[in-house]
């Protein structure tokens, strides 16, 4: 068995594909309206579906926004250097609504970003990333 995606329900997709290719620098790898249902699926990621998990847009017509709820809780990327992709993420125009750092209690640097409906997304340093 393999991850495949996460799914998120978004209230604009125009804006959330923007985001999410723009500014985190993912690829559309697939997108397809069913007009009968009234939705939109889009898929991004940083790799083919075939070799790694991706995310799920996923755009219902009929809906401009959602309520996050409390049970969800974030979407972990892997990067290179926490503080430098804060840096390029608010260049972009993305919102860093905590910035790198050491996590509590760890020596492990992390951040924490918000997509347009609001998700949050965390980064996390690669371990034994050399300065």
């Known amino acids: 068995m393999r991850m495949l995606h996460t799914m998120l329900r978004v209230g604009n997709l125009d804006q959330s594909l923007a985001f999410y290719t723009e500014?985190?620098?993912?690829?559309?790898?697939?997108?397809?309206?069913?007009?009968e249902g009234k939705f939109t699926l889009a898929f991004v990621g940083y790799q083919p579906e075939n070799e790694g998990a991706v995310i799920e847009l996923t755009h219902n017509w009929d809906t401009d926004s959602y309520d996050l709820g409390t049970g969800y809780g974030h979407i972990a990327l892997e990067v290179e250097d926490a503080y430098a992709t804060c840096d390029a993420i608010r260049a972009r125009g993305g919102k860093v609504v905590r910035d790198a750092?050491?996590?509590k209690h760890s020596t492990t640097v992390i951040a924490f970003i918000e997509d347009p409906d609001g998700y949050k997304i965390e980064l996390i340093e690669r371990k034994g990333r050399q300065d």
């Open 101 to 103: 750092g050491p996590m």
């Open 23 to 35: 500014v985190m620098g993912m690829k559309l790898l697939r997108r397809k309206d069913y007009p």
